[in-house]
């Protein structure tokens, strides 16, 4: 599994990227995802397509050690993270998440934060498991807002 910068070359294939349709109200597509990020440029978003090999198997998206702010958590704030319905379940999602932390450890986080919507099917068990804790808060949005001690983690 790699990161990988979406390229002219590669950006139809990443879009095509899909999580399972019953995931589709807890994630916004890849393509939704570029258009935050251009619409945002103060979130100052960072994204890689994820490949395993030449297939391309998901996407990431974070908020790169911006200045939180009212309508911003961070510095590092994992916006977004799906992997392909037909490749879930493989250990992708921990794998990305492995290498996120790693990056943004290297250069200076000591907390990533990430949201989710509640609701049956939500991504919480997931995130839960990996680590990160409810801060207690619910966002405008109505996402539960949770961080991940990066000193806690290995």
Known sequence: MRLVEVTRENRDAVIAVRVHPAQERFV???ETSFRHASENPEA?????????????VGFVMVSWNLVPGPEMRGPYFLWRLLVDAK?????????ILDEV????????ATELITSYVPGEGCPEPFYRRYGFVPTGEIDGDGEVVLSLDLSARP
């Open 28 to 30: 916004a597509s890849v």
């Open 44 to 56: 100052k978003p960072w994204f890689r397509a994820v490949y395993d090999g030449d297939v391309p």
């Open 87 to 95: 490749q879930q379940g493989r250990g992708y999602g921990t794998a």
């Open 101 to 108: 932390v790693r990056l943004i450890r290297a250069d200076g």
